[in-house]
T-cell receptor, first 113, second 111 residues
Framework: EAQVTQNPRYLITVTGKKLTVTCSQN?????MSWYRQDPGLGLRQIYY???????DKGDVPEGYKVSRKEKRNFPLILESPSPNQTSLYFC????????????FGDGTRLSIL | KQEVTQIPAALSVPEGENLVLNCSFT??????LQWFRQDPGKGLTSLLL?????REQTSGRLNASLDKSSGRSTLYIAASQPGDSATYLC??????????FGSGTKLNVKP
């Protein structure tokens, strides 16, 4: 089954403790992206990747890191999480980006205390 | 920076009614516009994608239109059903790889 898989689905942690949210897709998609969703603000793009070793900032990249060492994986790293990063996070992928529909994972709910 | 607005934020209709959801954007220089559906506790599901050169796209009971010059798109749902209840989001792609989303319209279709 074609899917985008995120882990964990839920995480409660404390300020400053490094964490990684994994994202994996099995569709051989070149484009992958991370979003955060906050009430009243909609989804905002954090980082995106056009292909292996090619990443770029979205609208709200501060406090986040990404890497794309393999085509299928696009982890989101919070080096020193803070409470304002408490949010619902989504990973998405598409075949090549702007002209194809994006497929989304089920989301990761992060709470930073 | 692109701003995307969806009005109304919530809508409740009786089953069988035809309805229109609205999406407006501030910068008409876009490559595409997508409509998504989001169910509680789930990710987004792509419904329709309209390229900038297109005026509309149809899939089953759904029809999406795009008017770039006025910065507007509508999603028309025909003969609504309770299973259509969800939050509908639109997203515009102003360049190759960046996307801007609206806050969504929460639709409730009453049996």
């Amino acid at each position: 089954e074609a899917q985008v898989t995120q882990n964990p689905r839920y995480l409660i942690t404390v300020t400053g403790k490094k964490l990684t949210v994994t994202c994996s897709q099995n569709m051989n998609h070149e484009y992958m992206s991370w979003y955060r969703q906050d009430p009243g603000l909609g989804l905002r793009q954090i980082y995106y990747s056009m292909n292996v070793e090619v990443t770029d900032k979205g609208d709200v990249p501060e406090g986040y890191k990404v890497s794309r060492k393999e085509k299928r994986n696009f982890p989101l790293i919070l080096e020193s999480p803070s409470p304002n990063q408490t949010s619902l996070y989504f990973c998405a992928s598409s075949l090549r980006g702007y002209n194809q529909p994006q497929h989304f994972g089920d989301g990761t709910r992060l709470s930073i205390l | 920076k692109q701003e995307v607005t969806q009005i109304p934020a919530a809508l409740s209709v009786p089953e069988g009614e035809n309805l229109v959801l609205n999406c407006s954007f501030t910068d008409s220089a876009i490559y595409n516009l997508q409509w998504f559906r989001q169910d509680p506790g789930k990710g987004l599901t792509s419904l329709l994608l309209i390229q900038s050169s297109q005026r509309e796209q149809t899939s089953g009971r759904l029809n999406a239109s795009l008017d770039k010059s006025s910065g507007r798109s509508t999603l028309y749902i025909a003969a609504s059903q309770p299973g259509d209840s969800a939050t509908y989001l639109c997203a515009v792609g102003p360049n190759f790889n960046k996307f801007y989303f609206g806050s969504g319209t929460k639709l409730n279709v009453k049996p």
